[in-house]
């Protein structure tokens, strides 16, 4: 099922549908300043940002001189298929490790959505046959390990837990020889939320990368950083310090059940080159998809039709 | 690309040059620097325009003041108004009767505190700081676990209640609204005073998931009802503080994550949709990390300045500051000596990890990296210091190459460390000559006043944001 599908679907028992927000707005509209004023309101409450925002209307802008923008029915599409273009290549497939286990690393600010989205990723990797072992290194927050640990029995994945106050990197070096030793596919790693201010937090989780390609070579495969669909332009930043510490090779980008859009995904990827890979849409393992630009896009101007 | 509104609004009027009076067409160009500023803060769009035309207003044929920089004028007026807006309704709360805790207090029974807001913003943390702090002035709270959906979510306020040595209520199943009802019937039979519902996270789109929260303030009658927001929320942050608002009544906001570099426009968003104030902010991890709010720190961190009252004042706890004052002296008498350096080193490790600080100033995180705060090093230049004799700490001049190997052999460091940290301190001697010598801006700092910034002082540059903002936005080399 497509991200966009599945988006459908979770808001289905909400009060909010997915209205063609700006399709109803330009609708045969001519263009004037007035309707690229409201182009922009649509982005910049997207979360898109002020600067992504001017570049985005004043392409837009030039392609109306240029006439391939004749009426506001033109703007929507040309407009969805720019934002896609920016975000593509869609990259949705993980970097496996073809000589063993293939680990991935999911790290990201504190309450970001981490614990759960290893939750559906390991739903996303069992429908796929793969075994999956999942390692709690968050020993720092009240419960971390608990509700990692609950999610693993209900989807029937190893679990390799360590007790409070451990230290993380120990827990993910135990976690690596048990899976490699074991021979499953894929090792998934919980850390603990870091602001990407904290110094001593952030070579902590450095030091975890390092403790993993220990044991496995080349592990981390992927380092996935999950962001919060609502978050603003302080996605970038947190992008960045973590790209940095941590060699981050794609996103997951949570909650965007809501009516956030995530926007600021756009500069992330134009930055910092980072792809989007999963998407995350409720609280349930099943909520996620592989990201899809075109989708995506789709959803930031509320068109429904693609996919 | 995070440059500060400051930094914005100096290139505009330098462009512009010289002015007696603000035009509009001058005003206009401000204005589009401050709009982007906003939004780069995550301050909603429609904020943000209600703001320019606010300010607009009130700018446009300002006579420019003599010693004032017009884009200093023109932030003064920005950072004003955000102060003011951020200072939310007077009488919204009520006053503190109870040692300065700005609780609303029930008049009989217990007073009930319920905590809202969306998946993961920091509400299980919230309950578990407020508990500890009423704790710690008296008081009996009762924890409760209404999160039934979230796997692990009473367990985490149970081990949170635990470490507190607080009571936590919490069954083994049922509905949260129910589980609510009978929570506040134990602590009024139990003594409890303070009961404070910790609610599972629930977007505002979730009928479902409303009504339910609406069926426990419905049950509870709850005395306070805070809407609990992360700090780097962008602009959904209206549409959902809208909703908890028309569902509960609620009676003001908890920031948190402000521990971080977010500008947190957030919560100017939702101040001016919900028009409930701020009455606490987190910033930290750790139940302690719960402090007041202070809406002229948040207006210069949301322009971009960073919390820096907040950081001065971490400074000055961990600097003593006669030995800061004395240092300086001798600094400036050219008799600063090793053991002065080594007592300055002391108290940059006192302040803890620099970066942590440091980094919360936006825009600091990415500058400091590559550029090491390296506190090792501090360590090892401690070390090179303390292998010195008495004699060669007061006349470093002695330190020949044959000294210099011992030093370093016996504070297990390298030659070419030595021979840094000695040059380091001729830089610094030679620096302060020069700057004795010469009255410019570096003079100034130097004066005897600044040095001698007590800590009256730095309040009441607080109480006038416009000082502070003034020292901080000018320019190194502007007068
Ligand atoms: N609506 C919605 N909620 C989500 C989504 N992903 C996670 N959540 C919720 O967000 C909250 C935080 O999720 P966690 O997975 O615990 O986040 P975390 O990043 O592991 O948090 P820490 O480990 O404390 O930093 C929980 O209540 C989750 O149920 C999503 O895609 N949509
Ligand atoms: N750095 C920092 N982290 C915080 C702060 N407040 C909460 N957190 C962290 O944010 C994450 C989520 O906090 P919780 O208290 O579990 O959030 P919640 O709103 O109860 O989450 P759900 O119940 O899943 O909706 C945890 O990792 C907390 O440690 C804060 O002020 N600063
Ligand atoms: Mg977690
Ligand atoms: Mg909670």
Redesign the interface.
Known sequence: MSFFQKLKQSLAKTTQVLAGRIKALVKGRKIDDALWEEVEEILLTSDVGPDATTELVASARLAAKNGEILSGDDLVPWLRSAVAARLRPDEADIRWNAGGTTVILIAGVNGSGKTTSIAKLCKFLRARNKTVIVAACDTFRAAAVDQLGIWAKRLDVGFVGGSNNADPAAVAFDAAESAASKGVDVLIVDTAGRLHTQKNLMDELSKITRVLGKRIPGAPHETLLVLDGTAGQNGLQQTRAFREHANVTGLIVSKLDGTAKGGVVLSIKDQLKLPVKFVGTGESADDFAPFYADAFSSALFGEDETR | ??ESLAQRLQSVFSRLGRRTALTESDVDEALREI??AL????V??SVVKKLTADIKARAVGEKVIESVRPDQQVAKIVYDELVRLLGGQPGTISPPNDGGIPIRWSASGPTVILMAG?????K?TTCAKLARYLKSKGHRPLLVAADM?????V??????GA?LEIPVHWEESGRPPKICERAVAKATADGNDVVILDTAGR??????LMDEVRDIAARTKPHEVLLVL?S??????V??AKVFDESLPLTGVVLT?L?????G??ALSVLSVTGKPVRFVGTG?KTEALEPFHPDRMASRILGMGDVVSLVERAQEAMKQEEVEKAAEKLFAGSFTMDDMLQQFEQVERMG?L??WL??IPGM??AL?GQEVDEKGIKRAKAVIQSMTAEERRKPDVLDAGRRRRIARGSGTSLDEVNRLIKGYKQMKLMMKQLRSDGGMMGKMADRRMRKMKEEQIREMRRQGVKLTEMDWAPEGEP
């Open positions: 690309m995070f709009r982007t939004l780069t803060a995550d909603h769009l969306l998946q993961g913003s920091g299980t959906q979230r796997p692990a979510a367990e985490q306020l149970k081990v949170l470490s977007l505002h789109v979730d009928r479902e992360d780097m929320t962008g602009q959904d942050a549409n959902s994550k521990d971080g570099d977010t500008r426009g957030a991890e990890p970066k942590d980094g919360m995180a990415p990296e």
